[in-house]
T-cell receptor, first 114, second 116 residues
Framework: SQQGEEDPQALSIQEGENATMNCSYK?????LQWYRQNSGRGLVHLIL?????REKHSGRLRVTLDTSKKSSSLLITASRAADTASYFC??????????????FGKGTKLSVIP | GAGVSQSPSNKVTEKGKDVELRCDPI?????LYWYRQSLGQGLEFLIY????????KSGLPSDRFSAERTGGSVSTLTIQRTQQEDSAVYLC??????????????FGSGTRLTVV
C-alpha cells in the first residue's frame, strides 16, 4: 500500500530556480527519507529526517517534517539540469514481528530546463 | 562489495517460465529488502530479510513468488510460471540493522524483467 504520496506528480522548472516537492503520509513513522531515481533504475538515498526532527539540510537540499500534519517537503535550491530525475519520499515504519518496512510514494518527476 | 549488486541487469523470459533474480548486498548489512517497480509507478514492497529469516513476507503478490537468503548475504527472488504482469524492475536494497534509522538504505541498480 502507498504510504507517502508526493505532490506534484510532475514539476518543470528553469535552471537556477528552486524546486519544492511535498509528501504526505498516514501512519506513525520512525523516520522519513527522500530518494532520487534516474532512468527508472536504482534509487539513491538523499536525506533522512527522524520523527523528532523538524528540519534538516544537506548541501542544496532542505527537508522539513511536520508530524502533526503528517507531511514533509523537499526543497532543492538553485536547481541544475543534472537534478532532473524522479524523487520519492519513503516512510520507515515498524510493521510488526521485528520487521521494519520502507514504504514509498509514487514520486515526483522533476525536469530542470537548462 | 562496495555497493548492492543485482544480476542479471535485464532478463527477457517467455510466459510460463521460471526466473531467478539475485541480490548481493553490502558486506555486513543484515537487513535486505526486495521491491518491485512497474513502469512509471512507485516501489511496491515484496519481502524483508533480517539475517536469513524473513519476518515479513506480506508483500509477495502470489505463491508463485518466493525468496531466500543464505549465509546472511546473497538473496534470490524466484518467480515461477511467470506472467506478463510480472514485468517490472525488481530492486534490492540493504542496510545495517543498527544504521537503518540513520543512513537509509542502499539500492542496487535493479533487474528489468520482461515477460513475453
Amino acid at each position: 500500500s502507498q504510504q507517502g504520496e508526493e505532490d506534484p506528480q510532475a514539476l518543470s522548472i528553469q535552471e537556477g530556480e528552486n524546486a519544492t516537492m511535498n509528501c504526505s503520509y498516514k501512519t506513525s513513522i520512525n523516520n522519513l527519507q527522500w530518494y532520487r531515481q534516474n532512468s527508472g533504475r536504482g534509487l539513491v538515498h538523499l536525506i533522512l529526517i527522524r520523527s523528532n526532527e523538524r528540519e534538516k539540510h544537506s548541501g542544496r537540499l532542505r527537508v522539513t517534517l511536520d508530524t502533526s500534519k503528517k507531511s514533509s517537503s523537499l526543497l532543492i535550491t538553485a536547481s541544475r539540469a543534472a537534478d532532473t530525475a524522479s524523487y520519492f519520499c519513503a516512510t520507515d515504519e515498524y510493521s510488526g514481528a521485528g520487521s521494519y518496512q520502507l514504504t514509498f510514494g509514487k514520486g515526483t518527476k522533476l525536469s530542470v530546463i537548462p | 562489495g562496495a555497493g548492492v549488486s543485482q544480476s542479471p541487469s535485464n532478463k527477457v523470459t517467455e510466459k510460463g517460465k521460471d526466473v531467478e533474480l539475485r541480490c548481493d548486498p553490502i558486506s555486513g548489512h543484515t537487513a535486505l529488502y526486495w521491491y518491485r517497480q512497474s513502469l512509471g509507478q512507485g516501489l511496491e514492497f515484496l519481502i524483508y530479510f533480517q539475517g536469513n529469516s524473513a519476518p515479513d513476507k506480506s508483500g509477495l503478490p502470489s505463491d508463485r513468488f518466493s525468496a531466500e537468503r543464505t549465509g546472511g548475504s546473497v538473496s534470490t527472488l524466484t518467480i515461477q510460471r511467470t506472467q506478463q504482469e510480472d514485468s517490472a524492475v525488481y530492486l534490492c536494497a540493504s542496510s545495517h540493522y543498527l544504521n537503518r534509522g540513520y543512513r537509509g538504505y542502499t539500492f542496487g541498480s535493479g533487474t528489468r524483467l520482461t515477460v513475453v
